[in-house]
């Protein structure tokens, strides 16, 4: 079985834009829907709207593959399966390591998706010696110590660090130093890494916090709102009672009670 140590995809020497690779997920997930409800053909403007792209950024994006669909009938859905699939090196499959098996890290195994698109959990690793031999997910936890030696055994180019963030670093270091070169990082930090490796930063608080901005910004414009609807004074209510100027003929700056 083919691992992600001797084959990479072939997005980077295509020359497909970064934006247009963290799009294709987006796509294949709207497409993947449509393909389960045996949807046949999918317009841009009915995929770029499940996707939440504009039609126009989508065309683009699937010339990069080389795929313009069909006037007046569409996209195939299967055959944009597999072509996405093939790009983004899902057709074969992907051995990851989860290292910090906390509550966080358990949620990660328990998550069935990691199969159905290309991924294998091969290890979950966790510095806690009373962890060790305890089956998360149905997979018994390994001690750090065993670290290099799962993943020269594994295959593994892709490692899920789920450690607290003093640690990060550390768990990282030795991941890139026993041949990973992706990082899934869900550790409050930034990681140091050198050339050659990506690193894809989950941070559910920074998340968190940008949504806490919007909220308050919608608050302040629904107050601010609120205070003009209050002091609004339709005109021809101002007619009618003949208060709608004062002796200088401006409007005065506390109305009449």
């Not at 829907?33 to 996707?51: C, D, H, K, N, Y």
């Not at 989508?58 to 007046?72: A, E, I, N």
Request: aromatic share 6%.
């Amino acid at each position: 079985m083919a691992t992600g140590r001797t084959h990479r995809p072939a997005t980077r020497s295509r020359g497909i834009p970064e934006a247009t690779v963290a799009r294709l997920p987006l796509y294949l997930r709207a497409l993947t829907a449509l393909s389960e409800r045996s949807v046949p053909t999918v317009s841009s403007e009915e995929l770029a709207a499940a996707a939440g792209v504009n039609s126009a950024k989508l065309r683009k994006d699937f010339s990069y593959l080389g795929s313009y669909g069909t006037r007046g009938v569409g996209y195939d859905v299967e055959y944009l399966v597999y072509q996405i699939s093939r790009e983004l090196g899902l057709t074969q499959d992907w051995p990851v390591v989860i290292v910090g098996i906390g509550n966080l890290g358990a949620a990660l195994a328990n998550y069935g998706g990691f199969a159905s698109r290309g991924f294998r959990v091969a290890a979950l690793i966790d510095a806690d010696p009373g962890m060790a031999g305890k089956p998360v997910a149905g997979i018994p936890v390994q001690h750090t110590d065993e670290l290099e030696s799962i993943i020269r055994d594994n295959g593994v180019s892709i490692g899920v660090i789920a450690t607290p963030a003093g640690a990060a670093q550390q768990v990282c270091d030795r991941l890139v130093a026993a041949g990973v070169t992706s990082i899934l990082n869900f550790a409050p930090t930034v990681l140091s890494v050198p050339d050659g490796v990506d690193v894809r930063k989950v941070d559910l608080s920074i998340e968190l916090q940008i949504l806490a901005f919007h909220e308050q910004r919608k608050a302040g414009e629904e107050a601010t709102t609120g205070v003009a609807a209050e002091t609004a004074v339709p005109a021809a209510a101002r007619e009618e009672s003949g208060t709608d100027q004062g002796p200088d003929g401006d409007v005065p700056a506390v109305m009449p009670a």
